[in-house]
């Protein structure tokens, strides 16, 4: 019934996931001292990366100690320069993917361009706050099923791809913050609902691209197909689906919600931004009447600041 409130079978599954995933770790010497000039310069390109990509992201890791500061971005570089293999016209996506999938494991990256230094400080960090490698295997099979999925039946076969890129990123940040135990199912459900967050903004963007996140058997729950995407008419039925996958969605957030409490009080702060940040851009779905085509929603940057100062004084 597409009313019904969140269910546990795909939580359970992507628990599984993650469990496996923190299993697997690998540790070795630190490449470079902390004090290397290549270091640095490596971890000032993925300062730059995440400043130029995603200003929410880099305003919430403003809130971290600054050796978290910096290797949260270096993950966030990481999980870009992946994503971009897809989606900028690579003309071989699979065999760019697999070779980063080599270079990751490689446990001295060859610094003589602008991913060899992104892979750089990403080993750095990965080392430094012992992030299970697994987990970089399952975010770039996240990225690679982009290759070769662009439709999803249901909502739980959409969970499995959110946790690949999202979820797999919360669980290594969780580790570069420091946390409980107690944190990780929280942590998987945040992935999810931030990945929702970037799917209902997308719609548009996503279709002209070929794809559809939204899962079919939602759509046809409220009586529409590919041709209404197509068409970018926003009438009743739209609307009605767009509210319930709005409401879905912050029922995820709400549920997610706790578990910030697991993680190291001095990251907390910065992952509450990061979620109220994504959250505002559901406020403004619905603020510009569920239009997804014509516009890009956002928060803008005196919002932001805004909230920001709110999460301060509470």
């Avoid at 890791?61 to 978290?68: D, M, Q, S, V």
């Avoid at 996506?93 to 060899?116: C, F, M, T, W, Y």
């Amino acid at each position: 019934m597409i009313g019904q409130s969140v269910h546990q079978d795909w939580e359970q599954s992507l628990l599984a996931l993650a469990q496996e995933a923190g299993e697997i770790h690998t540790h070795g010497a630190r490449i470079f001292s902390p004090e290397s000039q290549m270091l640095c310069s490596a971890y000032e390109r993925c300062r730059l990366i995440t400043a130029q990509n995603s200003r929410s992201f880099y305003l919430a890791t403003t809130l971290l100690p600054r050796e978290k500061r910096q290797a949260v971005r270096a993950l966030y570089a990481f999980c870009r320069m992946a994503d971009d293999l897809i989606d900028e016209g690579h003309k071989q996506p699979g065999l760019a993917l697999q070779q980063l999938r080599e270079r990751i494991h490689n446990p001295k990256p060859i610094v003589n361009d602008h991913s060899g230094e992104i892979l750089l400080a990403w080993e750095d960090a990965r080392h430094r706050y012992h992030v299970p490698i697994r987990f970089s295997d399952q975010l770039l099979d996240g990225v690679e099923r982009d290759l070769h999925q662009i439709r999803y039946n249901t909502f739980e076969e959409l969970t499995v791809y959110c946790y690949g890129v999202a979820s797999t990123v919360g669980l290594m940040s969780m580790h570069i913050i420091g946390y409980s135990p107690e944190a990780t199912p929280y942590a998987v459900k945040m992935g999810v609902a931030l990945q929702l967050t970037n799917i209902l903004r997308d719609i548009g963007e996503d279709f002209r691209a070929g794809r559809i996140y939204l899962p079919l058997e939602d759509l046809a729950a409220f009586r529409l197909d590919e041709h209404d995407l197509a068409s970018q008419q926003v009438d009743g039925r739209w609307r009605n689906m767009m509210r319930f996958q709005i409401a879905r969605t912050r029922q995820i957030y709400a549920e997610a919600w706790p578990g910030i409490a697991y993680l190291n009080p001095r990251g907390r702060l910065s992952a509450m931004a990061a979620a109220i940040f994504y959250q505002g851009i559901l406020n403004d779905i619905e603020a510009h009447d569920y239009d997804v085509f014509t516009r890009r929603a956002h928060v803008g940057e005196w919002n932001k600041i805004k909230l920001l100062l709110r999460l301060m004084m509470n």
